[in-house]
């Protein structure tokens, strides 16, 4: 039989019931931040199968202002944002941070 010693067992207990709180504890990063635009018919406010300006602008973007967005958006250049376009528009990649070690 080996002895273990106090300071491995309360650092393994620490160890333990740390790694559970964290496996059960809610995300907030994740619950709170969206990944990729949201759905068409969430933008669509009025469900007319396109989406103009001012619905864009009730929704929050995460970077630029909205119309430079919208004008990235609409491809075809008609004002509008068809659901084509929505899915077809692929968001630029968000700036790498520097990471200091």
């Not at 809610?26 to 009025?46: A, M």
């Not at 619905?55 to 491809?75: C, L, M, W, Y």
């Not at 004002?79 to 968000?94: G, N, R, T």
Request: proline share 10%.
């Amino acid at each position: 039989m080996f002895k273990l010693s106090s300071k491995v067992i309360i650092c393994s207990t620490l160890t333990l019931v740390s790694s559970l709180a964290y496996s059960y504890a809610p995300d907030q990063s994740q619950s709170n931040k969206r990944r990729g635009p949201p759905p068409f018919s969430q933008l669509d406010l009025n469900g007319d199968q396109a989406i103009t300006l001012e619905e864009f602008k009730q929704h929050p973007i995460p970077r630029g202002d909205h119309e430079t967005v919208f004008a990235n958006i609409d491809s075809n250049g008609d004002q509008q944002i068809s659901e084509q376009e929505h899915l077809a528009h692929k968001p630029p990649c968000p700036p790498k941070r520097n990471r200091q070690e």
